[in-house]
């Protein structure tokens, strides 16, 4: 039998309180990258985490460690953690079950005083979501130098600030990007603990998910631009109405990502109609894109695209599609993968092997150092909702298998 359990009421005070840290407009959990409440979240757990132990820093492009090392020990760490960002009333576990259970991890670790070879790193990535600045996992990118300062100087939240000049304001400094920059061999192996997000586990009766492959993600923006006129003088044939060509291409894009792979998904979440009056045709509309697989992600992509082209002429629109931010699928680590299903199973709980429909920061960095993630159940697989929840005895689970995991790869 396994000696050592994680505290889960400890774990489940710290998913409250950071769940105070929110704008509280809206139902659910608003907290954006270095926003007051992302601040607020960060000394919380600067605090924790140093109760616990652990020397923390704060490093650009804004990623939070914690860190415990055998004295005298630099060889590379074993590191877990995940994100604190969330998305607009969002819930109070995607991302933060993965930096709460790492550290949980952490304190189990150092109060039974376990010695590990190597060094173990808590890691919290700002802005995975995209709130803000409107890409995901942009934090892990710029970590790994997959996004330049100059990248990072052009990215603007919704009042024009860059993300580089949030960071500034956050206190670090753009010069230390490229010395901080997450290199091959930086870590021993990254394992990231999540929610799942979907209903697979929950309708298999399955307690944990060994993950085998990160989705990856091309997201376009979609312009389409008709002629504005009035609503009333203008008859139905002598229209040239973006809305109504906006709407014929969400369902084209729906109907033709059906007819694709078991995991490919297309999503249009956004929606911006100008000049959006009731008493006038619109003129133009912009529409996101965000179109996801495991495989063959261009050729199936470009399996739908032409049906933008075709509704706008069809209907004397224009459409320009313009790329936004694209994130490769990637296979996790076999090793990884068995070492989860073998402690999980000595604990004797369930376990299937699943891909994530979601996209996480471990998939940024897994070309760059052994990779695996633990899938723990959502019900209903609701997420980036208020309802977005994970029973109490699920997360135990998924923690103490988070620490078997990293004990075994720290020993
Ligand atoms: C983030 O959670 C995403 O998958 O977009
Ligand atoms: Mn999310
Ligand atoms: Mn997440």
Redesign the pocket.
């Known amino acids: 039998m396994p000696s050592l359990a994680i505290n889960i009421d400890r774990l489940l005070k710290d998913i409250d309180a950071l769940a105070e840290f929110t704008t509280g407009e809206g139902a659910g959990v608003t907290r954006v990258t270095f926003s007051k409440e992302d601040r607020a979240a960060r000394a919380y757990l600067r605090q924790q985490m140093e109760s616990a132990g652990l020397a923390v820093s704060e490093i650009p492009p804004g990623i939070m460690l914690g860190r415990l090392a055998p004295a005298g020990s630099s060889d590379p760490p074993v590191m877990s953690g995940s994100h604190i960002d969330s998305v607009v009333s969002g819930g109070r576990f995607?991302g933060i079950v993965g930096v709460v259970g790492a550290l949980e991890v952490a304190r189990t670790i150092s109060e039974n005083r376990v010695l590990l070879r190597s060094p173990y790193e808590v890691v919290i990535y700002p802005e995975?979501?995209g709130t803000r600045f409107g890409a995901?996992l942009t934090g892990s990118k710029a970590w790994s130098a997959q996004l330049s300062a100059q990248q990072l100087s052009s990215m603007r939240d919704s009042d024009g600030v860059s993300y580089l000049d949030a960071m500034t304001a956050y206190g670090l400094k753009a010069d230390d990007l490229e010395r901080h920059m997450f290199r091959r061999g930086r870590a021993k192996t990254l394992l990231e603990l999540h929610i799942e997000q979907s209903v697979v586990l929950e309708q298999e009766r399955i307690q944990i998910g060994v993950v085998t492959a990160i989705i990856g993600i091309r997201g376009f923006d979609v312009t389409v631009s008709g002629v504005a006129n009035h609503a009333g003088a203008t008859p139905m044939p002598l229209r040239r109405d973006a809305l109504a060509g906006a709407a014929e291409i969400m369902l084209e894009l729906e109907r033709i990502t059906r007819t694709l792979g078991a995991h490919t998904v297309c999503t249009v979440g956004q929606i911006a109609c100008s000049p959006g009056a009731r008493n006038v045709i619109p003129g133009e509309v912009r529409l996101s894109v965000d179109f996801r697989d495991i495989e063959k992600l261009d050729e199936r992509w470009k399996r739908v695209l032409p049906c933008i082209d075709e509704v706008a002429g069809r209907r004397g629109l224009v459409a320009s599609i313009s790329p936004k931010a694209s994130t490769e699928p990637v296979a996790l680590s076999a090793t990884v993968q068995d070492l989860v299903e073998q402690v999980a199973r000595h604990r004797g709980l369930s376990t299937m092997r699943m891909p994530s429909g979601?996209?996480h920061d471990a998939q940024v960095l897994a070309p760059l150092v052994e990779t695996g993630m633990i899938f723990v159940p959502s019900r209903g697989g609701r997420s980036?909702c208020p309802e977005e929840y994970t029973e109490p005895a699920q997360i135990e689970q998924g923690t103490n298998v988070l620490l078997d995991a990293v004990m075994a790869l720290a020993a």
């Open positions: 995607d995975e979501e995901v979601a996209v980036h």
